[in-house]
């Protein structure tokens, strides 16, 4: 595999990542709020970033990284390779359930994915992937999904898009066969590549909240694109659906584009 060397030590970047989170859980967080109550930061959010940019600068100097918690905004180009790192998706989980959280790492090289990762932390769960090589979870090789439609799947839901029906969130979730909402767009996406769900759908996500899962996704046969179907943008927010073609095809006529 073209990309073996940089696979063996991203993964080993991310379980010592995980190892230092895990002792975490023992002592007491730090809490910080960014922009509103719900939007918080954790010391280990920031422990974490600032331990991945470091082994990914010693490793690659000349490569850009875009993180969460750190300069994330200042991004205006993908050229090159750009690394996208989210620390800890799902801090509010984190925080309140010790569980349901991920870190995650995306490879872009020129604005296309080369590399993905999402690590559930409590589950023990890497899923990953290397553009045109297939996904694992582990070291287990998953199968493309089945196209499962929209009515035999379960479907989650940000759920402040569900809550406010928004692109009729809500009678999208009574059209399948039930909505299930974690709040991390990482584990999530795990979820829809392991065929546990049809569908994941979110408003405004960052890029570092997109870019491992992306790659990941297309690799099993599932569908991620914007909420009007239109290519993701890594350089701002956007709405996304990652979904079986059969249920993406379902959800974006007769719900996404009705008005
Ligand atoms: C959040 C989670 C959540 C999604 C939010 C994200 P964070 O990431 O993925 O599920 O609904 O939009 O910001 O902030 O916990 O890394
Ligand atoms: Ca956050
Ligand atoms: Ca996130
Ligand atoms: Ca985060």
């Not at 991310?14 to 230092?20: D, Q, R, S, V």
């Not at 829809?192 to 960052?206: F, H, I, K, N, Q």
């Amino acid at each position: 595999m073209v990309f073996q060397k940089r696979h063996e030590l991203i993964k080993g970047w991310i379980l010592e990542a995980a190892t230092m989170i895990l002792k975490s859980l023992q002592e007491e967080l730090t809490v910080e709020v960014k922009t509103h109550r719900n939007d918080l930061v954790t010391n280990m959010d920031k422990a974490v970033e600032v331990f991945l940019i470091s082994k990914i600068q010693e490793r690659f100097p000349t490569e850009r990284i875009m993180g969460e918690e750190g300069f994330g905004n200042s991004f205006q180009d993908l050229e090159g390779t750009v690394w996208i790192i989210d620390p800890i998706d799902g801090t509010l989980n984190f925080i309140k359930q010790k569980r349901n959280f991920a870190i995650m790492i995306g490879v872009y090289h020129n604005g296309i994915g080369q590399m993905g990762y999402i690590y559930d932390v409590m589950e023990d769960e890497m899923y990953w992937a290397v553009k045109g090589q297939g996904a694992y979870c582990n070291d287990e090789k998953l199968p493309m999904v089945e196209d499962t439609s929209l009515k035999e799947g379960l479907v989650a839901i940000n759920s402040g898009m569900f809550a406010t029906n928004r692109y009729h969130a809500a009678e999208m979730g009574l059209a399948s066969s039930g909505v299930r909402m974690v709040g991390s767009a990482g584990v999530e996406t795990a979820h829809v590549v392991s065929g546990r769900l049809a569908a994941y759908l979110s408003y405004s996500l960052c890029p570092w909240d997109i870019a491992a899962g992306k790659v990941i996704a297309e690799e099993v046969g599932l569908v991620y694109k914007k909420l009007d179907g239109k290519e993701v943008d890594l350089l701002s927010k956007n709405g996304i659906i990652v979904a079986t073609p059969k249920a993406y095809q379902e959800i974006l006529t007769d719900y996404l584009l009705k008005p």
